[in-house]
């Protein structure tokens, strides 16, 4: 999904955000949980589980304002990330990151150019990043990313990585991904969001995990920035062989359940559970355990024709980029047994290639920010529609 489609998306939830919603009539919320799991039998052959959280509001996202819009008004920022992710980018160890991803200067000429205009940016915003998160991050270096493989494979856009993008790379000490979850989510998210529970909790189970990491991310998009916190866990080597898709094996729980955030008003689309599967050669999906929702064809899209229906929609459900949606409907709940689903010839063609071949692009900060962005926007479209 393109950058212009994710960008018209966000200003969609902008437009259509609601502070309540009356009766059983349909609302959108700014802010979202979504919960995503990657099989990827293309590229790393891993299973990747993240629960998303995100808002274009500050009261329910809270970075200070100033910090906001200094960060928005500049149009040579794309990104802001604060990652406890292994090896943010190559040449990082053991350490966890603080990324300013900005846009190259077409005036720069030569790689020290580059660097010195990419870091004079990146200088302007450390000091007041390291305040908010109480770290003490120092500059690194000034990446510049090469390999647009994974942007290509996921169809987003490179805000995050591939081909030309900068990243002016923080970091600071290696942080447990339990205590630096709990952390942050305290100093961003409001007491009232916390004790909604919900997906908010899966995240915080799953954050124990030995594979469990944090991203915490700031993206520009016109008069607003979309801000996400993001656990994920990885699952090395298991997307080789996985045919039976069930989400709830690598969110380890038995049953998903909305925030009670939500409980005031009919917000069918502001929880979501999205599965993706990335294949070298085409699959399919052939067996749906669950409803699928009524959908229709517009502008060569499916749209849900009643979000009030629990279900699956899948766009497209076969190729080499599966994509499948749940949304709760009017139900506040899902179990294990109705969120499963079969793929058929999902063989692998080609070996799948060495880390080595994408170690340069930071592939599951990629995954972790950007499928949670695919979410929102395929939604939002159908509902405004």
């Keep these: 999904m393109q950058q212009k489609i994710m960008i018209f998306s966000v200003i969609a939830l902008i437009s259509f955000s609601a502070g309540f919603a009356f009766a059983q009539e349909p609302g959108l919320a700014t802010f ?10 293309s590229m790393s052959q891993n299973v990747t589980a993240s629960i998303t959280l995100q808002s274009t509001s500050i009261q329910e996202i809270r970075i200070p304002a100033e910090l906001e819009q200094d960060i928005r008004e500049n149009d040579k920022v794309r990104a802001i990330i604060v990652t406890n992710q292994d090896q943010c980018v190559l040449g990082v160890f053991d350490q966890s990151c603080i990324m300013i991803n900005v846009e190259r ?21 450390i000091d007041r990043i390291n305040e908010v998160f109480g770290t003490e991050a120092t500059l690194h270096s000034v990446f510049v990313h090469s390999d647009d493989q994974s942007n290509q494979a996921l169809g987003t856009s490179g805000i995050i990585s591939g081909r030309g993008a900068i990243s002016v790379v923080y970091t600071m000490p290696m942080e447990d991904t339990n205590s630096m979850y709990e952390k942050i989510s305290a100093l961003l998210l409001p007491k009232e969001i916390r004790e909604s529970e919900g997906f908010y909790n ?5 954050s124990n995990k030995e594979n469990a990491k944090m991203t915490f991310s700031i993206i520009p998009v016109d008069s607003r920035s979309l ?25 380890n729980v038995e049953e998903l ?24 050669s085409n699959s399919f999906v052939s067996t749906i355990v669950g409803n699928e929702v009524p959908t229709q064809i517009i502008d060569n899209e499916i749209i849900p024709t009643d979000i009030s229906k629990q279900g699956w929609v899948f ?12 949304i709760f409907g009017e139900e506040n709940s899902i179990s294990k047994d109705n969120l ?6 999902a063989e692998i063609e080609n070996p799948p290639p060495e880390p080595a071949e994408f170690d340069d692009s930071i592939v599951i900060v990629v995954i972790i920010t950007a499928i949670a962005i695919a979410a929102a926007a395929f939604y939002l479209k159908g509902y405004k529609k």
Excluded: C, H, W
């Excluded at 720069?108 to 205009?117: H, L, N, R, V």
């Design 340 to 345: 499963r689903f079969t793929l058929d010839g």
């Design 202 to 206: 899966v995240a915080k189970e799953l």
């Design 105 to 125: 200067d077409s005036a720069d000429k030569g790689i020290i150019e580059i660097q010195d205009s990419s870091k004079e940016i990146g200088n302007q915003y």
């Design 227 to 251: 801000m996400q916190l993001k656990l994920s866990v990885d699952y090395p080597g298991e997307a080789t062989n996985l045919t039976q898709i069930n989400p709830f094996e690598f969110l």
């Design 32 to 41: 979202q949980e979504t919960a995503t799991i990657l099989v990827d039998k």
């Design 257 to 280: 359940t909305r925030s009670d955030y939500f409980s005031q008003g009919f917000y069918p689309l502001n929880s979501l559970v999205q599965v993706v599967v990335l294949s070298s």
């Design 315 to 326: 766009d497209p459900k076969e190729g080499q980029r599966i994509q499948g949606m749940y």
